[in-house]
T-cell receptor, first 110, second 113 residues
Framework: SQKIEQNSEALNIQEGKTATLTCNYT??????LQWYRQDPGRGPVFLLL???NEKEKRKERLKVTFDTTLKQSLFHITASQPADSATYLC?????????WGAGTKLIIKP | DAGVTQSPTHLIKTRGQQVTLRCSPK?????VSWYQQALGQGPQFIFQ???????QRGNFPDRFSGHQFPNYSSELNVNALLLGDSALYLC????????????FGQGTRLTVV
């Protein structure tokens, strides 16, 4: 069955450093992969989408890479700030649905 | 431009009761998908509605049903509530069916007691 794995433990990063989150998937060949941010008690907010033929995508301090051979995506936040603290979810498209990882909780310490 | 709105935001129901959750999609969006999210987990796909038809359904029992209206708004109905139905229910809207850049509402927190 299709499976998506993200770092289950919270990631603690010092303010100003780069945070790197990992998303691995199996038994799947997605056309694109998406990253979302979710704050407690709120719905996910779209951040970035990367297609299978793209290696890297950037948006301001965010960068996503997509390696379809390794079946892995990396999500980077550079110059991290305490306001970046949240849970970050990756999602893959499968037919008409999004299949989600459980998310990684990111904590940026001042 | 209003984003996705869901109502109610919180709800407490008793086992065996029925519940209806509502969603208004982002302006211009024609597709609504519903997800269930348990604490500490990623969202689980319930179903997607497009042109008032259920296009795809996830692994949820028939107790979960839905509807999409001509104005693209949608309802999620859950019958015979179980304690395990307690979760955050999310509505996502998008343009077309591919769910690229889905916009989510704030969710409805359902507690079954």
């Amino acid at each position: 069955s299709q499976k998506i794995e993200q770092n289950s433990e919270a990631l603690n990063i010092q303010e100003g450093k780069t945070a790197t989150l990992t998303c691995n998937y199996t038994n799947y060949s997605p056309a694109y992969l998406q990253w979302y941010r979710q704050d407690p008690g709120r719905g996910p907010v779209f951040l970035l989408l990367i297609r299978e033929n793209e290696k890297e995508k950037r948006k301001e301090r965010l960068k996503v890479t997509f390696d379809t051979t390794l079946k892995q995506s990396l999500f980077h936040i550079t110059a991290s700030q305490p306001a970046d603290s949240a849970t970050y979810l990756c999602a893959l498209n499968s037919n008409y649905q999004l299949i989600w990882g459980a998310g990684t909780k990111l904590i940026i310490k001042p | 431009d209003a984003g996705v709105t869901q109502s109610p935001t919180h709800l407490i129901k008793t086992r065996g009761q029925q519940v209806t959750l509502r969603c208004s999609p982002k302006s211009g969006h024609d597709t609504v998908s519903w997800y269930q999210q348990a604490l500490g987990q990623g969202p689980q796909f319930i179903f997607q509605y497009y042109e008032e038809e259920e296009r795809q359904r996830g692994n949820f029992p028939d107790r979960f049903s839905g509807h999409q209206f001509p104005n693209y708004s949608s309802e999620l109905n859950v019958n015979a509530l179980l304690l395990g139905d307690s979760a955050l229910y999310l509505c996502a809207s998008s343009l077309g069916s591919k769910n690229t850049e889905a916009f989510f509402g704030q969710g409805t927190r359902l507690t079954v007691v």
